[in-house]
Each structure stands twice: as C-alpha cells, then as structure tokens.
C-alpha cells in the first residue's frame, strides 16, 4: 500500500516535471518581486512558480500544488490541494483587463461539466461528483471564477476541474459572492494588475461563535462557512492589498449594495484564515501593504 508521503512527494515530483521554462512573462508584469529586498517568508524556490506574487505561504501538510497552464505553458491559476480531505485551500491568479476579455463562451458539456483534474492521480481526488445525490441542493462555487477566464479556451475549461470548487448554497454563489467576484473584475480593469487568492475555510476552528467548517456531508466533501478574496493591487510601481470576508450562511440574502462591509485588512484576514499571504513581496513591502487598505472606498466597494 502506498502510504500519504510516498504519494505527496509523486505528486510534487509530477507538477515539478510539468514545469517548463517557457514562463509567461504575463504581458512583462510583475510577476516575481526584485531579488535584492529582505525576505525571510518567502516561498521555497525551487520550483519558480512558487515565487509568484499572487502565491501564498504554502501550507504543507498533507497538501499538493497544482500548477494549472495552457499548451503554450502559460500559467493560468494555481490551486493548493489538500488531498487528505479532497478539499482544495486556495486558488491564486493574476487579473486584468486582458484576462476577462471574452474571447470564448463559457465552458459548457452536457456529460462532463466538473472534470476531474489530470495533474493529480484519482486516488488524490474524488472519482465521483460529490455535489450530487447528497440530499442537498449545492452549487459548485468556482474559486477562480469562469468569468475571469474567457480569454481562451484551455483558460476557462480548466475552472470547471472539482479541484477549483468548493459547495456554496445557490442564493451565496449567486448573490453576494457573485457581486463581490465582478467588484474584483471592475478593480483589475482600473489596475496595472491584480494579484488574487481565494478560498473557503476547511480547517478546523471557530470565529464569531460559529465553526469554520459550516457541514461535512455524509461523503466526505467538507462545506465551508466562510469565504474570503485576498487582493493585491499593483498600480504604476504601487502596491496595495485589501481582504475580503465573507459568511455564506448569514450573508446569503445580502443585496450587495454595501460590499464595503465585508473588506479587512490582511493581516486580519490571516488572523482568520491562518494563511500567509503575498509572502514573496520583500518584507518591508508586505508589512506596510498588509497592516491596512487604506479606505473601502479607494477600492471602489
């Protein structure tokens, strides 16, 4: 039998043999910070992806990396995977104006909408759609979402995998968590580029009295109470960061009118979170971009 470590080094040898050094220099962006600024959290490097900007501290554990690119070897998001739980912890991704630019529909297949993802064996992730035939009504919440990726059509198949959803309730996924997913494309088009990491909370844990984990079902598929953006913003050499914060149960009904309400900084948000991000900014960079978001406002919320 092939213990979990034998199985997480296979998967990281994989993503590691998938990287090529055609890297997409995303448009001449700045994709990597400078090397000659102090960090002493940043990311392992030796696999470049890892340095990415939008990348957050890597959990470990029972986690894999999934490096998600195109034919051509252009990055598309990156998602990290907790295959103990078959649950995924983050997707992270670039944003601007180009990436969301409708050059295909939206991914649509009649016997195949939710692929399983190929960069990882099945065993690591579900053989089956655990969103159905659970005697629940669950949308499938794509974390990176379709709409951000309608540039190309290997861009925008790949947010369909089961490794970049996570369950939400209908009137979530649809209401606010929509309206705060085309707030952020309204940022990227007004923005040099927008550095994103999103998620749902699946560890354990409580905040505000209630557990982070809303429901495990009976099949294993762990649903998420909270839900939460990290933005970093990158305009003219400048860089700010804002956090979003969001509860999929008390939220649901909200109108969205006031989005401003749901915006922390990310120092708070990795209070909640217990994730590290924007670690390979230079620490100096970080520390000041992360304390505060200077107003809801300046974001346009």
């Given at each position: 039998m092939i213990n979990k470590a034998s199985i997480l080094l296979c998967g990281l040898l994989f993503l590691a043999a998938c990287s090529n050094d055609n890297e997409?220099?995303?448009?001449?962006?700045?994709?990597?910070?400078?090397?000659d600024n102090i960090n002493i959290n940043a990311n392992p490097s030796h696999i470049k992806e890892y340095s990415r900007l939008e990348m957050p501290r890597l959990h470990q554990g029972t986690d894999t990396i999934l490096i998600h690119k195109t034919g051509d070897g252009i990055v598309?998001?990156?998602?990290?995977?907790?295959?103990?739980?078959?649950s995924q912890r983050w997707s992270c991704y670039v944003l601007d104006k180009d990436y969301a630019r409708p050059n295909v529909h939206r991914y649509y297949s009649k016997n195949n909408q939710y692929p399983n993802n190929p960069l990882?064996?099945?065993?690591?992730?579900?053989?089956?759609?655990?969103?159905y035939f659970n005697g629940q009504k669950l949308d499938h919440g794509h974390i990176c979402p379709s709409a951000d990726r309608l540039s190309s059509f290997d861009m925008n198949y790949q947010t369909f995998f089961l490794t970049n959803m996570q369950p939400q309730f209908n009137s979530f996924n649809a209401g606010v968590w929509a309206k705060l997913e085309k707030k952020v494309r309204q940022i990227a088009a007004t923005c040099d580029t927008l550095y994103i990491c999103k998620g749902g909370?699946?560890?354990?844990?409580?905040?505000?009295?209630?557990n982070k984990i809303y429901h495990t079902l009976d099949n294993g598929l762990i649903m998420?109470?909270?839900?939460?953006?990290?933005l970093l913003r990158v305009n003219r050499g400048k860089y700010t960061a804002i956090g979003i914060w969001t509860d999929q149960i008390l939220n649901a009904?909200?109108?969205?009118?006031?989005?401003?309400?749901?915006?922390?900084?990310?120092?708070?948000?990795?209070?909640?979170?217990?994730?590290?991000?924007?670690?390979?900014?230079?620490?100096a960079i970080e520390k000041?971009?992360?304390?505060?978001?200077?107003?809801?406002?300046?974001w346009r919320l």
């Open positions: 997409f220099d995303e448009k001449k962006k700045p994709i990597t910070p400078p090397t598309n998001y990156i998602t990290e995977w907790d295959y103990a739980k078959k990882i064996p099945t065993s690591m992730q579900w053989d089956f759609d655990p969103y909370t699946i560890d354990e844990g409580k905040y505000g009295g209630y998420p109470r909270y839900f939460f953006m990290a009904n909200d109108n969205g009118i006031n989005l401003a309400q749901y915006a922390i900084s990310i120092d708070e948000l990795e209070k909640r979170t217990g994730i590290d991000f924007f670690c390979n900014l230079p620490d000041e971009v992360e304390r505060s978001f200077n107003s809801a406002l300046s």
